[in-house]
Structures are given as structure tokens and as C-alpha cells.
């Protein structure tokens, strides 16, 4: 029962620690191939599920630090096959009594080291089937995995507590390592109804080769989370620096994304950073470098700032009253015509599954996948 509340509480707290070990994952992969199959986001989800409850099974349930206190129980044993030695003396196994079979699977001396063994078969399972590892490698990483459980036990959870308060045993290391082979033999049984993994790269591959919006609305948000950290960096810099401030923030607005959206992909064979990490790269039929330019200047200080521009006017006139009211009203008319045609060809090439945007017809160029064949494995 102990163990199966642990992997509740791991089930509870997975959606939490998965934003922390899976992102990265998952944007590896993304990076690496083009996209995300659903099936391989499931297995990297499930991996993850793996280790975190893996890692509560060995720490929980937490006990309270003043009943650690006044334990008088070892800290470690560190001699090899002592569960060997305990199954023959503290079970009522007999090779000849058939009997005796279930009582023995109900004693804690066969379930400690079944435990033990169980508890790394999925991850040599995983290391084979996902990670495409050879033998040694399981062998290696199986034991680098127990070291850090058996480590975890006894640092008594990284001083959280006074001393361990569970025994960091060299059968442990032992089992899980032979958990982790047997995983690693058994792979072909358990995913013989799965894709193997060549054929998931090969079809993540394929989607790859496409450019969709949600994978260009993607680089975008990367790229200004880049662009947030690089301008929270300057204005530090700045302060301590104690150079002048700048209060416009038409100013700082042209500044920051002039320098990293209009310059950088100029000068950076049409990508930002975050094209770059899914991928992407603008491309022109003619004179690129000046085609990419006019690109970026339309889009991100004409039609991206349009979408704030009729508010403002809008605040504006209510702000004027009935003054020039009938100015503010053609401004206002004006700066929806960029948000609205932007909008309107957003949907047609959507439904037309045309991603080409007008801007990106003006100015001849177009956004496409930098991911070839040849980066295959």
C-alpha cells in the first residue's frame, strides 16, 4: 500500500515537475526534428512519470525529522548479497513445497529485492527502445541512477534531515542494475506493438519539412522571452551604469526590435533565435538581405504595432471629448485596416493551407523549414 501511494503522490505532483523535465525535452526534440508526433510527446511524458516516481518510491513516505533524530538503526551495509542471506534464514521458502511459494512472495525479504529489480526495468526498457542505447550503456546509466537514489538516502535527503533514514545498500546497486538489463532484454517483447523509434523520427521528420503557424507562433513567443531577458539585462547594465534614461517608449520599442528583429535576421541568414531553434529561416526569391528587411519592417512595425495603435487613438478621442472628433474617427478607420487585413489573410491562407502572408508576398519571401534529409541519423 506504501508503494502505491507513492506513486499517487508522484501521479499528483507530475503535472508540476513535468513544465521543469519535460520542456526541455520536448523542445530538443522539436529543435531536432521539426516537430512533435503526439505519440513521441506521450513517451517522453511517460518517461518522465517514470523517474519522478521512481523518485518518490525511494524517499517516501517522509517521516518527521525528530523521529529521525533518535534513530539508532545503520546507515549503510556494504557488504554484497546480504538479501541473499536473509531470504534463506527469515523465509518459509522450500524448494519442495510448492506451498510455501506464496507465503515467500508475501514476506518483505522477497519483496525488498523484487522491488529493487522491478523498480529499474522500465528504465532499460526506455534507455533500448527511445534512447537507442547499447548494452553497456544501460549497465552504466543503471548503476549511475541507483547510485543517485542510494546517495539521496543517505545525505538524509541533502541534509533536509540528521541523518539518513533509510540504509543505503550495495544491494540495491545490485538489483536496480540487474533491474535495468532486464529491462533492456525484455524492450522487444514489451514494444512489439509500438512503432520503433526510426520510424517515429522518419515521420516527425516528414512533418518537420512543413511550416505550420503554430511552429512560427512558437518561435515567436521564444523569441520574446530571448528579447524580455536581453532588455531586462541592458536595463540592469544601464542603472548601474548610471547612463541617462531613455522615457520614450516609441524610442525603446524601435531600439529593441529594430536591433532584434530587423537587424539580426539580416545579417543572420533570415533567423532570430527562435527561428533558429524550431528551425525556421526567411527566404527570398531576390536580394535577400533587403527583402527580409522591408519583410520585418511590415510586420513588426507596421502590423504588429497596428493592433495597439487604433486603441490608442481610440483612448484618445474619448480623452478629447467632441473635439476633433471626426480626425481621430478616419486615424481610428485608418489603423484598423492593417489588423483587418492581417486577419483576414491569416484566415485564407489558413483554410487554403497557403502559409504566405500579404506581407510576405510584397516583399517575395517566404518562411520555411531548415530541417533536410540528410540531418536524419
Keep these: ?11 499528483i505532483a507530475f503535472p508540476f515537475v513535468a513544465i521543469i523535465l519535460t520542456v526541455p525535452l520536448l523542445v530538443y526534440h522539436y529543435h531536432r526534428y521539426g516537430s512533435l508526433t503526439i505519440l513521441r510527446s506521450v513517451i517522453l511524458y511517460s518517461f518522465m512519470f517514470y523517474l519522478v516516481a521512481a523518485y518518490c518510491l525511494i524517499i517516501l513516505p517522509l517521516p518527521p525529522r525528530s523521529v529521525v533524530a533518535h ?9 554484497p548479497f546480504t538479501f541473499v542471506r536473509e531470504f534463506i534464514n527469515s523465509t518459509h521458502f522450500v524448494w519442495t513445497e510448492p506451498s510455501s511459494y506464496l507465503a515467500t512472495l508475501k514476506q518483505a525479504a522477497t519483496i525488498q529485492p523484487l522491488f529493487n529489480i522491478f523498480l529499474t526495468v522500465p528504465f532499460g526498457i526506455y534507455l533500448r527502445y527511445f534512447f537507442k542505447t547499447s548494452f553497456k550503456q544501460p549497465l552504466l546509466l543503471s548503476f549511475t541512477l541507483s547510485l543517485f537514489f542510494e546517495l539521496t538516502q543517505l545525505s538524509g535527503l ?25 529491462g533492456f532484454y525484455l524492450q522487444p517483447l514489451v514494444t512489439f506493438f509500438l512503432p520503433t523509434r526510426e520510424s517515429l523520427d522518419q ?13 512560427r507562433l512558437l518561435a515567436l513567443a521564444v523569441d520574446y522571452c530571448v528579447l524580455g531577458i536581453i532588455t531586462f539585462a541592458i536595463a540592469v547594465i544601464w542603472r548601474l551604469l548610471k547612463l541617462p534614461t531613455i522615457h520614450s517608449e516609441m524610442l525603446q520599442y524601435c531600439l529593441a526590435t529594430g536591433a532584434y528583429f530587423l537587424m539580426l535576421p539580416v545579417f543572420w541568414r533570415g533567423k532570430t533565435p527562435g527561428q533558429s531553434l524550431l528551425q525556421l529561416q526567411i527566404v527570398a526569391d531576390h536580394h ?9 519592417l511590415l510586420l513588426f512595425f507596421i502590423v504588429i504595432p497596428s493592433f495597439q495603435l487604433w486603441r490608442v487613438t481610440l483612448d484618445a478621442a474619448v480623452a478629447s471629448g467632441q473635439q476633433h472628433f471626426d480626425v481621430y474617427l478616419f486615424i481610428i478607420g485608418l489603423s484598423l485596416l492593417p489588423p483587418l487585413l492581417f486577419t483576414g489573410n491569416f484566415l485564407l491562407s489558413w483554410v487554403t493551407k497557403r502559409p504566405q502572408l500579404f506581407y510576405e508576398k510584397l516583399t517575395h519571401t517566404r518562411v520555411i523549414s531548415s ?6 541519423p
Design 1 to 11: 500500500m506504501v508503494y502505491v501511494s507513492n506513486i499517487i503522490t508522484a501521479a
Design 158 to 182: 541533502y541534509g533536509i534531515y540528521p541523518r539518513p533514514y533509510r540504509l543505503f545498500d550495495v544491494d540495491d546497486l545490485l538489483l536496480n542494475i540487474s533491474g535495468g538489463l532486464l
Design 371 to 376: 530541417i533536410h534529409p540528410t540531418q536524419q
Design 288 to 296: 535577400p538581405r533587403w527583402a527580409i528587411f522591408w519583410r520585418q
Design 203 to 215: 515521420a516527425a521528420y516528414a512533418r518537420g519539412q512543413k511550416v505550420g503557424y503554430f511552429r
Design 71 to 79: 534513530l539508532t538503526t545503520p546507515r549503510y551495509n556494504l557488504v
